[in-house]
């Protein structure tokens, strides 16, 4: 029987008016979870030019919502570090069966050793996204292991063209890194457009493959940045491959929506995860070299909320992962082609 969203409100609209409440609708067991945590806390110290300051408390890291993703089988790709690796974890403490990619074997091999570990059901696949025959594979983990697939988090991707697991040494790397354009090399742009760009588009090709043969429908989640939604100093690759991945989720909101397929994308501020560690490693020892900036590119680093913080704080991975997850999740059905700003309010102002 096919339900129409329209039979949907009618039928809500009705039971109102009937005088149902939904509280008395829902058995007890299915009662909304208690908040986490308070909205916010106060400063402590007290800030004493602002009286009554306060920070916004973050998820907790191991916040999540039992039997969410039950039956469901999600792919995370970039799952051996950072956001990654929180939304594999938090999938399948949430009932998914997860498939996780990444081109840091043991890394990666180790977070899907940990879930199974724990009684979760996850397959690990080794490669670099911006592979048709990795992405290709990844999905055919899915289709061996559990059947299908469900829902896709495209996280996996690079700041600069510097292999994730090598050391950081600015002198012998400079050429691989962030700059403006008339400094930048052509590895560094054209490592840096094909995992991010590529690597996103050809992800999503194999992935919407297997969701069109299923017919059932089904969920995508593309990593962006706020640099997807705006300029950045130095960091023309970074940027104009974020953009891509924005309008990559716009186009394929478009063509999908017909089959039942939702396509979002999330794009951060300052998120404190192994890559952020890395960038600013990099612009240490890129200004110990004796760089200097024009001081434009980097006139505007904090976000409101990190405004609003003691300590300067970015998010955390646990605080984008709980936005992403509800985007795969079915909880999150009328939204479709939208570009979301999980960046703490940074693009605001």
Not at 192 to 219: D, H, I
Not at 311 to 337: C, D, R, W, Y
Request: charged fraction near 20%.
């Amino acid at each position: 029987m096919t339900v129409d969203r329209r039979d949907v409100i009618v039928g809500a609209g009705l039971a109102a008016a009937a005088g149902a409440t939904l509280a008395g609708a829902l058995p007890a067991a299915s009662q909304p979870q208690a908040a986490p945590q308070p909205y916010a806390l106060p400063w402590d110290p007290p800030d004493p030019g602002v009286p009554g300051r306060q920070s916004v408390v973050p998820v907790p890291e191991d916040f999540h919502n039992p039997g969410r993703f039950a039956g469901k089988t999600a792919l995370v790709t970039g799952c051996a570090r950072g956001m990654g690796q929180a939304a594999a974890r938090r999938l399948a403490r949430e009932g998914a069966n997860v498939v996780g990619v990444d081109w840091l074997e043991a890394e990666g091999k180790a977070v899907i050793d940990a879930i199974v570990a724990a009684g979760g059901k996850a397959v690990f696949v080794k490669g670099d996204i911006s592979e048709t025959a990795v992405c290709d594979a990844m999905v055919k983990a899915a289709v061996d292991s559990f059947g299908g697939l469900d829902c896709a988090l495209n996280n996996a991707g690079v700041m600069d063209a510097i292999f994730p697991g090598d050391v950081i040494d600015y002198g012998k790397q400079k050429g691989l890194v962030m700059s403006r354009i008339d400094e930048a090399t052509d590895d560094y742009w054209d490592v840096v457009m094909r995992v991010n760009a590529t690597g996103t588009f050809r992800s999503m090709r194999a992935e919407l493959r297997q969701m069109m043969a299923q017919g059932r429908g089904g969920a995508i989640v593309n990593v962006a940045s706020v640099a997807g939604l705006r300029g950045f100093g130095g960091t023309p690759s970074y940027v104009a491959s974020k953009h891509a991945v924005n309008g990559l989720t716009k186009n394929a909101a478009i063509d999908y929506a017909p089959f039942g397929i939702r396509v979002n994308s999330v794009c951060m501020g300052t998120t404190v995860t192994p890559m952020y560690e890395r960038a600013f490693t990099l612009l240490r020892q890129r200004a110990q070299a004796g760089y200097r900036d024009s001081g434009v590119g980097m006139a505007k680093i904090d976000s409101l909320l990190q405004m609003s913080n003691p300590k300067k704080a970015g998010s955390t991975a646990a605080e984008q992962v709980a936005v992403m997850l509800f985007l795969l999740s079915p909880e999150s059905s009328n939204l479709t082609g939208a570009n979301y700003a999980t960046d703490g309010g940074f693009t605001t102002y």
